[in-house]
């Protein structure tokens, strides 16, 4: 159990005194005392941010070498490689990493595992780029983003790694978005812009994410895809808020902004349900999004409606004075059923 300075004192104090009573042996006592460790410390989370920036680093250097063709001719012309051999090379390069990293798992805490596995998932993005050379990418890169997601989502399995779960679903959010596109009609598919067509992606997902929970060997992956999946949801649905349904730029800005103000309806709709089922089953990320979204969407249409008419401190005064009240009847609810809210 991690616990900061002030909480392992106030535990450490009640074992003591469990233990002066009687209620516990002293070697239950120092066992349990031996389970409170220190919690982050502040060099902890700034060796962390570190880790953060190397990653970054390291991902602009992929991106530097491998996207710039130049360089990679000169490579290619320098050592007669085809792009079949750097695919090999490349892939030879992952697998040993990933024995490397696999072998020494023990030592690397939790952050620094995850990092070291994005690494090693660049060399084998690498590797399917060179084989993509030769094969084709896809139209519009379908066919790469489609083996892409494949590709991450098994080696995130393999190795139980969240950091590569997460790239297999942006590679998968990329591959739907070009899928849609290529097969778009008047830039809908299936009757759906962009923002539409992702709200649907993303609830998708959410299903998804109840349905791999079941699943003994993907159960870690559970909560980051739920996690993704309502970013994507709801993002997909503040868009589809402000621009609805239409086709295109031109089509939505010959029309009054009234005429999507039944999706700003679902919108909030959505983020209320979000929020007290965040409340009902303790779900602190869907409570929060739930509100956060909520606000975001009382602030689009105070832009969209009344930022020309109405006055803007009267407005936010009345957004202030309405979540008062708001908090004030659910800390009545709380007292009410004898709860602590979370």
């Known amino acids: 159990m991690e616990a900061n300075k002030q909480e392992r004192e106030t535990l450490k104090k009640a074992l003591s005194e469990w233990e002066q009573a009687g209620l516990i042996s002293p070697e239950k006592s120092a066992e349990l005392g031996h389970t409170i460790t220190p919690?982050?410390?502040?060099?902890?989370v700034v060796a962390r941010y570190f880790f953060f920036i190397?990653?970054?680093c390291i991902i602009l250097a992929f991106a530097a070498i491998f996207i710039d063709e130049k360089f990679l001719e000169k490579v290619k012309a320098y050592f007669a490689f085809g792009n079949l051999a750097i695919a090999g090379l490349m892939l030879a390069l992952s697998i040993a990493w990933f024995w490397y990293i696999t072998k020494r798992r023990e030592k690397f805490s939790e952050i620094t595992y995850e990092i070291y596995m994005v690494v090693g998932?660049?060399?084998t993005l690498c590797t399917l780029v060179y084989i993509c050379k030769d094969i084709g990418f896809g139209s519009n890169y379908t066919g790469f983003l489609f083996a892409a997601s494949i590709?991450?989502?098994t080696l995130a399995v393999f190795f139980r790694s969240n950091a590569l779960w997460v790239t297999a679903l942006l590679a998968l959010m990329g591959w739907f978005g070009t899928f849609s596109d290529l097969y778009a009609i008047n830039n809908r598919f299936l009757g759906m812009n962009y923002p539409l067509r992702f709200t649907v992606f993303g609830l998708l997902l959410i299903g998804f994410?109840?349905?791999i929970n079941k699943i003994k060997l993907a159960q870690f992956t559970s909560r980051s895809t739920y996690i993704?999946?309502?970013?994507?949801?709801f993002t997909g649905l503040w868009g589809v808020s402000i621009f609805g349904n239409f086709s295109d730029l031109e089509a939505w800005s010959k029309v009054r902004q009234v005429h999507v103000l039944a999706w700003s309806i679902v919108f909030a709709a959505a983020?209320?349900?979000?929020?007290i089922g965040g409340i009902k089953y303790k779900d602190d990320f869907a409570r929060d999004t739930g509100v956060l979204f909520l606000l975001l969407n009382l602030y689009s249409r105070y832009f969209e409606y009344f930022w020309d008419t109405v006055n803007k401190g009267i407005f936010f005064l009345i957004l202030?004075?309405?979540f008062f009240f708001i908090g004030r009847w659910i800390e009545k609810k709380k007292k009410a059923n004898g709860k602590i809210l979370p």
């Open 151 to 153: 590709l991450l989502g």
């Open 228 to 233: 993704a999946a309502m970013i994507i949801f």
């Open 271 to 275: 983020a209320l349900i979000a929020f």
């Open 320 to 322: 202030a004075v309405s």
């Open 209 to 211: 994410s109840f349905v």
């Open 39 to 44: 919690s982050d410390s502040g060099m902890q």
């Open 54 to 56: 190397a990653l970054s």
């Open 121 to 123: 998932a660049l060399a």
